[in-house]
């Protein structure tokens, strides 16, 4: 090969050979500066179709004598680019371009005198965008500009389909992410209705017995031979037991609200582990296993925390002893005779931490599952039992609260969770505030 | 049916206020020497009472709840007709389940109340199973 066609791949060559570690926009900006320098022309530009109406472009690249000025939109009505975006090859003007398009500002501000441009193209034929060199002189060599502009208009336009893929990947990526967010937070709310589900019935009970003290009372009020003193007394326990039920509704609406906790505020763990336990245990529906439990409780009083959102932590006691129960209902399940269910809630303290300690000698966690159990989404549970989010949901909880949670198990002997927090007792707390 | 005066009547309930009403409830009776009114805020301690008390057969009718803490009146229930076949147990629940009902005549019980309980009910049945005025 000899004459222009070796010229013209040598340039080619010389333009090409960039770092090779350039890529996206930088490969593109260092391709359109060499463009300039190797083709010795005034002005080079690249931009892209806006719209793609096919009446204005946008430049995304515009080198001018020497380096990068300010992009431009510009229209295309009465321009060479026109002819370029009509067509998919390059068009060319080698000199007095001004006297074709009078009506160009452009070309005329810019004293040029020579145009060529080329398009290129999205994958389905349609149109991208264009490169253009311009220079205030004729252009000499035509057949090598030709080759030359027309191999890095492809060759841009590889690079700005990629820059579009990945920017279209980056976006589906994110909108993915927002779709597990969301999901994973409705989850969550779900989670959450679920176990304030799993002690409704308790909730029921504990709100009936005031309710059963008021109507009684209200009852004992209608006999007329009742003395002075009993009829006072019993307004009182009217009185005392309707503001009773109120507080228990007002703390299970708690539960429901849906609110981000943002302080601290402090609670009596002692009784927040007891309450959990007194009123999942009255929603259990088993009636078998309630009368086979043995139940070893042992709750130290007066064991307050500063936490954050206390209804959450009351929901994680409730799931922990859910877990418990479930666990001993499943082994009482398949072991009818011969088997005694028993279940530990202790609560202990020492150092400014307290333990609090749930043990149960149901089916148990096999060694393989243990490390798993915390994962988000992971559940042994059959579909409709739970879907994976209760221990996690926890974890999160007891850390967000500077404590942990840890469980160990033996597969059909036992699994104990053992929950740390920082705490105060109440003897200590006054001490504190003296 | 003759039952020895005074009738002790006792009642189980972990809601102490439960007691105080019925104590009020039952004021007359209990002034006329018709009944002797017990209240306890658990199983245990009522058990613990049974093996300490001089007690009459025939002369006693518990009452209890089934929802409470620690000994639930179901298990009450069965450690009472076990040891002291001739006290006769009522259950007093906000339970109305079949299940529960069930349980409770399985176990021995010879009556079921619904809580909020009817008072004149549990009066008029009282009255007839044991011969004693309460009004």
């Given at each position: 090969m000899n004459g222009p066609a070796v010229n013209a791949l040598e340039i080619i060559r010389d333009i090409y050979n960039?770092?090779?570690l350039l890529s996206g926009k930088e490969y593109i900006r260092e391709l359109v500066k060499r463009l300039a320098q190797k083709l010795k022309v005034k002005f080079v530009m690249v931009g892209h179709d806006v719209e793609?109406?096919?009446t204005s472009v946008q430049t995304d690249y515009l080198f001018a004598d020497g380096k990068f000025v300010d992009n431009v939109v510009y229209e295309l009505?009465?321009?060479p680019c026109t002819k370029v975006l009509c067509g998919t090859r390059v068009n060319c003007?080698?000199?007095?371009?001004q006297d074709q398009f009078p009506n160009d500002q452009m070309l005329k501000d810019l004293e040029v005198e020579s145009y060529m441009g080329a398009p290129f193209l999205h994958t389905n034929g349609g149109l991208l965008g264009l490169l253009v060199i311009m220079d205030d002189r004729p252009l000499e060599d035509l057949d090598l500009a030709t080759a030359v502009v027309e191999f890095f208009a492809a060759r841009i336009g590889a690079e700005y389909r990629r820059l579009d893929a990945e920017e279209s990947l980056r976006r589906s990526n994110e909108d993915l992410e927002k779709l597990v967010d969301t999901r994973t937070k409705q989850l969550i709310s779900q989670e959450k209705l679920a176990t304030i589900g799993r002690i409704t019935l308790g909730i029921a009970h504990e709100l009936k017995n005031p309710l059963n003290i008021i109507i009684n009372g209200t009852e004992l009020l209608?006999?007329?031979?009742?003395s002075e003193q009993d009829r006072a007394r019993t307004q009182t326990m009217i009185h005392q037991h309707g503001l009773r039920a109120n507080e228990i509704i007002t703390s299970m609406l708690k539960q429901a609200r849906q609110e981000v906790h943002t302080t601290e505020e402090w609670a009596d763990v002692s009784r927040l582990l007891k309450h959990a336990f007194d009123v999942f245990f009255k929603s259990l529906n088993d009636i078998e296993l309630k009368l086979k439990l043995i139940k070893k409780i042992s709750i130290t009083t007066e064991v307050k925390a500063q936490l954050f959102d206390v209804p959450a932590i009351e929901r994680v006691f409730i799931n922990v002893i859910d877990n418990a129960v479930y666990a001993l209902a499943e082994k009482l399940q398949k072991n009818k005779s011969g088997y005694t269910p028993e279940l530990q809630i202790e609560l202990s303290f020492k150092n400014s931490r307290c333990q609090i300690r749930v043990r149960d000698n149901g089916i148990g966690i096999p060694s393989d599952q243990l490390k798993r159990?915390?994962?988000?989404?992971?559940?042994?549970?059959?579909?409709?039992?739970?879907?994976?989010?209760g221990l996690w949901v926890a974890k999160q909880n007891i850390e967000k609260n500077r404590g942990s949670l840890k469980i160990d198990s033996r597969e059909n002997e036992y699994t104990e969770v053992v929950i740390e927090l920082p705490a105060v007792r109440r003897d200590a707390e006054v001490e504190v505030s003296i | 049916m003759t039952t020895p005066l005074p009738l002790d009547i006792v009642m189980v309930d972990d809601e102490a206020s439960i007691g105080e009403l019925y104590e009020m409830k039952l004021r007359k009776p209990i002034q006329n020497g018709d009944i002797r009114f017990h209240f306890f805020e658990s199983a245990n301690d009522y058990l613990d009472y049974l093996k300490q008390s001089d007690r009459h057969p025939g002369a006693e009718v518990l009452f209890t709840d089934i929802?409470?803490?620690?000994?639930?009146g179901f298990e009450l229930l069965s450690k009472v007709k076990k040891n002291f076949p001739d006290i006769d147990v009522y259950m007093m629940s906000a339970y109305d389940d079949e299940s529960s009902i069930q349980k409770s005549k399985n176990l021995g019980a010879k009556g079921y109340f619904t809580k909020p309980v009817n008072y004149k009910e549990l009066q008029s049945r009282i009255e007839s199973e044991y011969g004693v005025s309460l009004a």
């Open positions: 960039v770092d090779q793609g109406k096919g009505e009465g321009t003007y080698s000199a007095k371009v209608q006999d007329s031979d009742i159990v915390c994962d988000e989404f992971y559940t042994t549970k059959p579909p409709g039992d739970g879907i994976g989010l | 929802n409470m803490p620690e000994v639930s």
